[in-house]
């Protein structure tokens, strides 16, 4: 058993196990699932200012995200470091692998290319524009969207939601020219 | 129609919670464990899946919206109440309707998940599976919302 769930989960386990979340805090909380708010919370609990986006009582609003979001933190834990090895390669298509390698990526161990995320590699420009400025546009992205993958692509289009379809619809165009267009000039 | 009024910021019902937050850490605990076991997390997956060369993350999205929309029929169908008996707020009429924030948000979130392949979930996910550069890319999300905080008032919605 344990042997088996430190191999890669296949996507028709994670895929619906994911899906069940959004009934079930509908269920408890009668709450909408979603992850992104909770970086609003963590700006208003600790730098509002005078700004109105953030001048609320963050921990009624906010305690359950802030749970989840501790607790993603230690699911990561579990996941990534009793479940899974470091040395871990993600089995990604031979077709991908060559698309990653035509980047200039050589190190595919672990979730993420350790050339371009690490400490060292921030020190470089693409690993700094990388990082600063690729999670500056999700927390921004996900905020003026008013969700993220969870609130909008998940939990927006199971309610059918067409704002959420839009949504991801801009996901895809912004993905596509980040990776097709500006991965290769940064890498 | 303000941004007010959208779920996530509206000022929700009166109504004393009894929820436990510890519910909401397995919950989270549960969810990060999938993101990392599932290579959600994984900048090798997200390159994968905008380059259209695998069905995974397209499998894994796909089959949560399967799942949940089928659930939420279901629970809507039958009048599905809370564990408390509270009745179940889903978002609805001009919530569902599409707005210039959301093509334009969700443009920006795109641009920024092409580069660093990982939503705000996995990140939270891949601060606890221990890679340390990740605590910089969450506090360049947290910078990222409190810039949209400041600069609300002056953008399209």
Known sequence: MFELLQRPWPWWVAGPLIGLVVPFVYWYGGRKWGVSSSLQHLCAATLPRKIEYFRYDWWKKGAWHLSMALGMLMGGFIGGRILSSPDQVVAITDRAREDLVALGITDFTGLVPSEVFSFGGLLSLPGEILVLVGWFLVGFGARYANGCTSGHAISGMSNLQLSSLVVVIGFFIGGLIASHLVLPIIL | ?157
């Open chain 2, 1 to 157: 129609m303000s941004v007010e009024s959208t779920a996530e910021v509206r000022e929700d019902v009166q109504e004393e919670r009894k929820e436990s937050l510890w519910v909401y850490l397995l919950l989270g605990a549960f969810l990060g464990m999938i993101f990392i076991k599932s290579e959600v997390a994984s900048w090798f997956r997200i390159q994968e899946m905008f380059h259209f060369r695998s069905v995974h993350m397209y499998g894994i999205i796909g089959g949560a919206v399967a799942v949940g929309a089928v659930s939420l029929i279901v629970m809507k169908r039958f009048g599905v109440r809370t564990v408390r008996g509270g009745e179940i707020h889903y978002p609805g009429g001009e919530e569902k309707e599409p707005r210039r924030q959301h093509i334009l948000g969700g443009i920006c979130f795109g641009l920024g998940w092409g580069l660093v392949g990982a939503c705000p979930g996995p990140l939270f996910a891949l601060v606890g599976s221990g890679i340390p550069v990740m605590v910089v890319g969450l506090f360049g999300a947290l910078a990222g919302a409190w810039f949209y905080g400041l600069m609300r008032p002056s953008l399209p919605h």
